[in-house]
């Protein structure tokens, strides 16, 4: 068993008055199993007030409650990568309210195992909470990127400059408003947070979900596959491609002026999807 180690992928109740059956779960896993042991997913619980944002302050003994049960479990939060919060409420009427219910918890033991995990707060669209990426590989180490080279014998091809055009047209275009879209709906939540007003936030997130639509479906054609169904983004076949995309990527960043960690690619050892 020495390379072995456990991962729970956690869901607590969101209902207050059932919370303690949850945490009795997780002191019960404590128990079964003596090994390395990371825990990740949507506690629905803070540790303290700082974790919250707007909205009614949450109870101290309710808060007591989950730290009593990482302390028991011996568990170390990993910290995080980006934003802030990681669940957020937004209503009709300007109001919002943050919380930072998903984390990662690991023993001293797993700790040991992957000195340099980080856990990374991504940006998502379609869901109340963000995606949690967990990096087990060390990122101490710059990877040194290869450079692009224009090969001269390209130019011999009649078909080359029409190529370039094509693609450059039909995917530049649409990945730079996509990322035009995304800062700004991080400077626009970073506002939102400082001056308790969401209007923006709502607008550019229903912008960004009528480009994915659309990127979807280029996509889609693209691909040529009959299986894949008109306007299907959630099948096995392209969770896969993305699940292998991420894993030969390295996550680097440095945290700006409303701290927030600018990424790059980088090597990825953990995916976990956003909780809805």
């Known amino acids: ?51 919250k944002l707007e909205g009614v302050e949450r109870s101290h003994n309710q808060m007591q409650l989950f730290r009593d049960v990482i302390d028991e479990c011996g568990f170390m939060d990993l910290g995080y990568v980006g934003p802030k919060f990681t669940w957020a409420r937004r209503f009709e009427n300007g109001r919002s309210i943050w919380e930072r ?58 078909s080359c400059g029409e190529v370039v055009r094509t693609e450059w047209d039909s995917t530049v275009g649409s990945n730079l408003s996509n990322e035009i879209l995304r800062e700004l709906l991080r ?23 009528v480009l994915m639509d659309r990127e979807a479906t280029m996509w889609a054609q693209r691909s040529r596959l009959l299986w894949a169904g008109q306007g299907d983004k959630n099948t096995k076949y392209f969770h896969s491609r993305a699940t292998k995309r991420f894993r030969k990527n390295q996550i680097r960043g440095i945290r700006d002026e409303m701290d927030d960690c600018k990424t790059e690619p980088g090597e990825i050892a953990a995916v976990l999807t956003g909780y809805y």
């Not at 068993?1 to 059932?18: A, C, H, I, L």
């Not at 939102?192 to 960004?208: F, P, S, T, W, Y």
């Open 101 to 158: 219910l998903d984390r990662g918890l690991a023993n001293n033991e797993w700790f040991l195992k992957f000195p340099g995990a980080q856990v990374h707060h991504l940006q998502c669209n379609s869901s109340y909470h963000c995606p949690l990426l967990i990096v087990l590989a060390p990122l101490d180490i710059p990877q040194r990127k290869k450079p692009f080279r224009f090969e001269e014998m390209w130019l011999s091809n009649p």
């Open 187 to 209: 400077k626009a939540e970073f506002e939102a947070q400082v001056r308790g007003e969401n209007h923006r936030v709502r607008e550019l997130k229903k912008e960004i979900d």
């Open 1 to 51: 068993m020495g390379n072995q180690w456990r991962f729970t992928d956690f869901y607590s109740e969101p209902e207050t008055v059932k919370r303690s059956e949850a945490w009795s779960k997780l002191r019960q896993l404590n128990i079964d199993l003596n090994m390395p042991w990371l825990c990740v997913g949507d506690f629905n619980e803070i540790t303290r007030q700082e974790e």
